[in-house]
């Protein structure tokens, strides 16, 4: 049974940092793109990043291009999330989410999701 479980939201001022952790089991994850994604209140999903589990090529929403970073620890089976200079509108739901083959903006070609995690920001 593939579980993601997401780790790691909280409260934290505007200009803080947070990191997020995504723990995969349940299956070899080799041949599988690793995204996050976020939803607000009264917002669609949105992109946020993703990562190749073997290559470790990313690519990032343009929106958090220079303020988040995405990374995985293979030893671990764990991607994570590095959320720096937050500001009030990263506010959200984020979610993990693992699709097979290359990476993908669509929420919609991810298979498995976890579960989420908040992440509130206070100005």
């Known amino acids: 049974q593939v579980q993601l479980v997401e780790s790691g939201g909280g409260l934290v001022q505007a200009g803080g940092s947070l990191r997020l952790s995504c723990a995969a089991s349940?299956?070899?994850?080799?041949?599988?793109?690793m995204g996050w994604f976020r939803q607000a209140p009264g917002k669609e999903r949105e992109f946020v990043a993703a990562?190749?589990?073997?290559?470790?090529?990313?690519y990032y929403a343009d929106s958090v291009k220079g303020q988040l970073t995405i990374y995985r620890d293979n030893a671990k089976n764990t991607v994570y999330l590095q959320m720096n200079s937050l500001k009030p509108e990263d506010t959200a739901v984020y979610y993990c989410?693992?699709?097979?083959?290359?990476?993908?903006?669509?929420?919609?070609?991810?298979?498995?999701w976890g579960q989420g995690t908040q992440v509130t920001v206070s100005s």
């Open positions: 989410a693992a699709g097979v083959g290359v990476i993908a903006t669509d929420y919609r070609t991810y298979r498995y």
């Open positions: 349940g299956r070899t994850f080799s041949g599988y793109a």
């Open positions: 990562i190749n589990w073997i290559s470790g090529r990313t």
